[in-house]
């Protein structure tokens, strides 16, 4: 399959992405994002970062930004400020390399914009560095918004800016070569666009373009409905892999997976199908690896059979008794864990005669990932026990990884259509609230119940780990329709994906303005 013509066939436009995210934001963050700070005082010369994380002392500062400028040589040792942890011995010696970022809202959304230099006029410009530099950053605030800048691997983060071309400037040692995120730290702003890359070392601007593939399954990668048929045999082969993936755009993570895509493969059998489950486990895993599937009638769901050792495969016959949607999941201790690494899928069971046709079925599933690193930091990220024991997860995601469902795979149809989203919680620990902004679910098949009528009408729909729901409605209207838990704040943890839904204009149903 050739993964990058399909990325770009269906990237969305940049600025669509950040306008709704940043709109989910915004409302999730009662609207303060949005710049009205534009009405407020303006040009207040801030004095350079201080320390501003838990825990440390602020450094003494003697310096102003403009003073700073003029006599960096002598302020050099005062403007070098540890955030966190120990002073950093300062080399007098070492080579100071300044920039200076200025905020800016604009059709591109929230960004920072290059001034002077190599960089001037540049959107979120990669900043560089070689080991042993330090590097002083000078943050503009030129929207009238209120701003900081912030590198959390690096442990530094400048003031806020609050006001039309309020500055600050944050000083700091660098010696590890690697690739960092810099970025506003204010709720919403970096997933508006403020963000960027600070590069450590020559070799680590390789490290940037990050080749790891992509666990995300495609929504639309499901098998059609089954049709009018008698109970049969189904044959399920399925194959646990371990694999780094891509979990962001700068960031990895080494992912267990059913088939090297989050969520496993959609399985669509019958009621009344006999089903042969068969599981392999890679050769090259590290773990023993299982499956439980929520369908299945017997002891452990099949987990009891099917531990299975790496290079080795086993198998297990069940009776499909009931219809409806279930999860199926590794369960080898730590389930969590191998859970929260991405083994989790649906099986659905058909109902005699199957299910009311639609134009468009997707495949969407919810699951948190625990790592040691906060969100949004770079490279390969570890995973945390602790943060899953804690249920802390750093990350939210739609079908395994940051901007799935928005970037690589947005879902897609037309005003007139009808969708079916079978959407299940992967978890391991966190309910759902599932939403669509700008849509009312017509039809939801509550926990997934298929012999149950379904609820109609409904705005958000509870679904809980180990959990999934059926959830239909008809398009009337074009637009983007973003899909999120309606708990808000794991939209900025990366838990957003889209419907675009593209037609006619519908001036009746909706329309901006008053009344025509
Ligand atoms: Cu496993």
């Given at each position: 399959m050739n993964t990058h013509s399909m990325l770009h066939k269906k990237r969305l436009p940049v600025v669509w992405i950040v306008a709704l995210v940043w709109l989910v934001l915004a409302i999730a963050k009662?609207?303060?994002?949005?710049?009205?700070?534009?009405l407020e005082a303006v040009t207040v010369v801030a004095p350079p970062s201080v320390a501003s994380m838990p825990g440390t002392e602020p450094a003494t500062l003697s310096v102003t930004a403009e003073s700073h400028v003029a006599t960096v040589q002598d302020d050099r040792l005062a403007s070098v400020i540890p955030v966190v942890g120990q002073v950093a011995p300062v080399n007098m010696a070492a080579p100071l390399i300044q920039y200076t970022l200025r905020t800016n809202i604009g059709h591109e959304g929230m960004t920072f914009v290059g001034v002077g230099g190599?960089?001037?006029?540049?959107?979120n410009p990669n900043l560089t560095a070689q080991p042993g530099d330090i590097v002083e950053i000078t943050l503009v605030n030129g929207d009238g918004a209120e701003h900081d800048l912030m590198l959390p691997d690096l442990n530094v983060m400048t003031e806020h800016v609050t006001g039309l071309e309020a500055q600050t400037v944050v000083t700091f040692p660098v010696d590890q070569a690697g690739v960092y995120a810099y970025f506003c730290s204010l709720p919403g702003h970096r997933q508006a666009g403020m963000e960027g890359k600070f590069i450590v070392g020559a070799a680590a601007a390789e490290i940037a373009e990050s080749t790891a593939p992509s666990i995300?399954?495609?929504?639309?990668?499901l098998q059609p409905p089954l049709g009018v048929r008698e109970p049969t045999t189904v044959h399920i082969a399925m194959t646990a892999v371990e694999l780094e993936g891509q979990l962001a755009n700068d960031a990895t993570l080494t992912y267990w997976t059913f088939d090297s895509q989050v969520p496993g493969p959609f399985i669509r059998v019958r009621l009344g199908d006999t089903v042969e489950i068969k599981l392999r486990n890679a050769a090259d895993s590290r773990m023993v690896h299982s499956i439980d599937l929520h369908?299945?009638?017997g002891p452990g769901g099949g987990a009891t059979v099917t531990q299975v050792a790496p290079g080795e495969e086993k198998s297990f016959t069940f009776q499909a008794l009931n219809p409806g949607l279930y999860v199926y999941h590794c369960a080898t201790p730590m389930v969590a864990h191998h859970i929260a690494s991405g083994m989790y899928g649906l099986i659905l069971v058909e109902p005699?005669?199957?299910l009311p046709p639609v134009d468009h079925e997707f495949y969407v599933m919810q699951g948190e990932l625990y790592t040691q690193?906060?969100?949004?930091?770079?490279?390969p990220q570890a995973f945390s026990e602790e943060k899953l024991l804690a249920e802390a997860p750093e990350y939210y995601v739609f079908n395994g990884a940051v901007g799935a469902l928005i970037e690589q795979y947005p879902l897609q149809a037309k005003v007139g259509e009808t969708v079916r989203i079978f959407f299940g919680v992967g978890g391991p620990n966190a309910i759902s609230s599932f939403h669509v902004i700008g849509e009312i679910f017509d039809r939801v098949y509550d926990q997934a119940s298929l012999t149950s009528p379904p609820l109609t009408n409904v705005q958000t729909t509870l679904v809980p780990p180990g959990g999934a729901t059926v959830a239909e409605f008809k398009l009337e209207v074009p637009g983007h329709y973003m899909l999120v838990d309606h708990a808000l704040t794991r939209a900025a943890r990366g838990l957003a994906g889209v419907l675009v839904v593209e037609g006619e204009e519908n001036l009746t149903v909706f329309h901006e303005g008053p009344i025509q």
């Open positions: 009662g609207l303060d994002a949005t710049p009205l700070a534009f190599a960089i001037d006029g540049l959107i995300v399954r495609d929504p639309t990668d369908a299945v009638t005699e005669g199957g690193a906060p969100y949004g930091a770079t490279g």
